[in-house]
């Protein structure tokens, strides 16, 4: 028997090869590359890639729009609307995240610790610090992790889709454990989040190896035709999809899976942290979707009351717990832990309308997430001796902020507003789109409780808006950093692109309708 090859449409997988040939060459350049020149090209390096990346999507599109969906590599990929459309909006996210994480304070100082490999508080650490050393490794790593995103939510059958699911976690792991300042905490975080993820991982291979008994495919286009034809097999079908959607769930920061998302947000470099907590969430909700309006309708009725539960739970642990938070990026956390409780509103509803909000929901929440991390980037604690440390991190240290920085808590007041879908925000138009497919798809009473839990969430967003506004400073316990100024254009872009999603959504909504539909 002869094999023959599956044929690769190879312009399909451009904005894929960009970003991962960008970091084959990253390393390169941290090898080969003099020190002095090193940062520079691998910052130049990366946006580019990233950029040459959204730019293939674009023409991707185009084509698509012309000649329609395709499978590609045998089926392994698809290029349809939603995954277009999902690698476009991780590539705009990416491509703003980086200009935080590449960013340096007036002193020559990043985010990420000079020499990973030396013990914390080591003299060997304190050398480095001296020296002056960087971590340039930082970029083909958020390269590597961006690729991975790029193709989960375009992966085809379950094999490539853990491929992918790799691909995008093991760079973040190492990225986690990375930061300058906390060390050990950074460290904790990392190894939490490596054990948590491998579990994960185990419950998405035993779901895919269960689906694989019950269709004889990994593809998911013969799961879907597999599930209404195969009789006295539904056992395994249910199990396999349960345990998958559990591990798409644990990325999504969904409870009860999401045990490590407060703690890494927390650890983690506060870049790298926007990073992950956009883009990593829309990449997952992006294969998620696929999963669910590709397989599972046929399952509705069996899932539904899990699905609905995990929502609720999720929604309410989100909002409860974010209430009594004392740190800054503790609350974001478990405010992405809610806002996942809301986009999943988009994913039960399984209308075509759902998947156009749930895309739009995730470029508002993207931009307005990395925006807020990267503003708590530049606002910094003092110690007793009146120097410049980390970030201030705990929620009395931002009080008077906007006596002392107008512009960057106005620009915090919008990304919070945006977070509670305040109108004239895109966090507004992006729940609204989300609850009424939920009320379009049958889900009225999950709307109902999503409404009332986004009104509690808006408590601990107004809270941070008064004590920067209007309550007294506690001393000079806090200072607004200057930079190189890629932080302050990251910031001032997704400002601007969440008041645009509020008030003119119409071309990005319509966009993301033509995109609504998967391929088979």
């Not at 970003?19 to 580019?48: C, E, K, N, Y």
């Not at 905490?185 to 035993?206: D, I, N, R």
């Not at 983690?268 to 990073?275: D, E, K, R, V």
């Not at 379009?440 to 009332?452: I, P, R």
Request: aromatic share 10%.
């Amino acid at each position: 028997m002869n094999f023959v090859p599956p044929h690769i449409e190879w312009a399909a997988l451009t904005p894929v090869l960009i970003v991962l040939g960008a970091g084959l060459l990253g390393i390169l350049v941290a090898a080969f590359v003099p020190r002095g020149a090193r940062r520079g090209t691998q910052v130049a390096l990366s946006a580019l890639a990233i950029a040459g990346a959204l730019v293939a999507v674009v023409w991707r599109w185009t084509v698509v729009s012309v000649d329609g969906p395709q499978e590609v590599a045998g089926g392994t990929l698809i290029e349809d609307g939603p995954a277009l459309l999902a690698q476009g909006i991780i590539a705009i996210v990416a491509l703003i995240a980086l200009l935080v994480i590449a960013d340096r304070s007036e002193w020559g100082e990043d985010a990420f610790a000079a020499q990973v490999g030396t013990r914390p508080g080591s003299p060997e650490e304190a050398e480095a610090q001296r020296a002056g050393l960087s971590q340039t490794e930082v970029f083909p790593l958020v390269l590597f992790a961006t690729g991975g995103m790029l193709l989960f939510p375009a992966a085809g059958d379950l094999l490539m889709m853990f491929v992918a699911l790799e691909v995008l976690s093991l760079p973040l792991y190492l990225l986690t454990a990375m930061a300058r300042r906390r060390r050990l905490l950074s460290q904790e975080a990392a190894l939490k989040y490596f054990v948590l993820g491998a579990f994960s991982s185990a419950f998405f291979l035993m779901g895919a190896a269960l689906l694989y008994g019950f269709s004889g495919s990994l593809r998911l286009s013969e799961l879907a035709v597999a599930v209404p034809s195969t009789g006295g097999m539904d056992g395994l079908l249910l199990a396999g999809s349960v345990l998958l959607i559990v591990g798409l769930l644990f990325k999504v920061g969904a409870a009860p899976f999401h045990m490590w998302t407060p703690d890494v947000y927390q650890g983690a470099p506060t870049p790298i942290t926007g990073f992950m907590a956009a883009a990593t969430k829309i990449a997952a909700f992006g294969a998620l979707l696929r999963f669910v309006y590709v397989v599972v309708p046929g399952l509705g009725w069996d899932l539904e009351p899990l699905l609905w539960g995990i929502a609720i739970l999720t929604m309410g642990v989100g909002t409860v717990i974010a209430l009594v938070q004392t740190d800054v990026k503790r609350m974001l956390a478990y405010s992405s832990i809610a806002h996942a409780g809301f986009v999943l509103v988009g994913v039960i509803a399984l209308v075509q309308d759902g998947i156009s909000a749930v895309l739009f929901y995730l470029l508002a929440y993207g931009l307005a997430t990395v925006g807020a991390f990267a503003v708590v980037t530049l606002v910094r604690e003092r110690d007793a001796a009146g120097n410049v440390t980390g970030e201030a991190l705990h929620l009395s240290q931002w009080a008077g902020l906007g006596r002392r920085s107008p512009g960057l808590a106005l620009a915090m007041t919008l990304f919070l507003l945006s977070f509670a879908g305040i109108p004239l925000t895109g966090g507004f138009i992006g729940k609204f789109a989300v609850f009424a497919a939920g009320v379009e798809g049958g889900a009225t009473v999950l709307v109902v409780v999503a409404v009332l839990a986004s009104a509690a969430a808006a408590f601990f967003y107004v809270r941070l808006v008064v004590l920067m506004f209007f309550t007294e400073p506690d001393g000079e316990r806090t200072a607004v950093v200057r930079s190189e100024g890629l932080t302050s254009v990251a910031i001032a872009v997704c400002a601007l692109g969440t008041v645009l999603l509020g008030v003119v959504p119409g071309p990005v909504l319509d966009l993301a309708e033509q995109a609504a539909t998967f391929l088979p």
